[in-house]
């Protein structure tokens, strides 16, 4: 709880994974990947309930262990063509009523305790209905380009892009899957945690913005979470 005001984190992680076979549990630094989420969810100080979804009951047990409360999900809602916001409403429905509902993927297991306060913390400042976590992105964006089957490059580049150095552009960011906090009443309303209006951005470093999809992504978790 914070400012009177009650946060149910929810995790969801279903027990497929076509890029990396069974992710959610594989061992990262002598620890299931899911429960470096569930620790950062438990750890928290304005946490009320940590909550695991899934439809796999191997990832239900080692959650349980770990100390989160799990919510068996349906096999129809743990499909390629099921959302997130299905899982989440599932969830919704069979707890308690809490104010804000804290979306915390588990294929982000850098992310921390203080990371979820302060975004929590800066909910509050701003008086806000939902804020999405991002980080500053490697490279710029104007930096790109799409090409066609010719591969030409004729005016790949802005003209005020080309004759300009990386330090000197503008910084744009990109949502790094990490945290997303919103008003539950509003979520259910729009059925996304991107809201029309009243949302604000929680910046991260990149370091800690490590999202998990590919063996490359795992094998370099493993290497930052022991730096």
Request: glycine fraction near 4%; proline fraction near 4%.
């Amino acid at each position: 709880m914070y400012k009177d005001k009650t946060f149910l984190a929810i995790i969801p992680a279903r027990g497929g994974s076509k890029r990396l076979p069974r992710k959610n549990i594989l061992d990262l630094n002598g620890t299931p990947l899911i429960a470096h989420t569930i620790a950062a969810g438990l750890n928290s100080n304005y946490i009320d309930k940590v909550v695991v979804s899934s439809d796999d009951s191997e990832i239900l047990e080692i959650s349980k262990k770990y100390g989160a409360d799990t919510l068996y999900r349906p096999s129809e809602l743990a499909t390629d063509r099921a959302t997130t916001f299905d899982a989440i409403k599932h969830t919704i429905e069979n707890f308690e009523e809490y104010d804000y509902i804290v979306l915390l993927q588990p294929t982000s297991p850098l992310r921390n305790e203080h990371h979820i306060d302060s975004a929590i913390e800066l909910l509050e400042d701003k008086n806000a209905d939902a804020i999405i976590s991002v980080c500053e992105m490697d490279h710029s964006p104007l930096w790109s380009n799409t090409l066609d089957e010719s591969l030409s490059m004729k005016g790949f580049l802005r003209d005020e892009v080309l004759n300009s150095r990386s330090q000197d552009l503008e910084p744009y960011y990109r949502l790094n899957g990490a945290i997303y906090i919103c008003k539950t009443e509003r979520l259910l309303k729009e059925k996304s945690f991107f809201l029309k209006d009243n949302i604000f951005a929680y910046v991260m470093d990149r370091k800690s913005s490590v999202d998990i999809d590919e063996e490359i992504d795992f094998r370099f978790a493993e290497v930052m979470i022991g730096a």
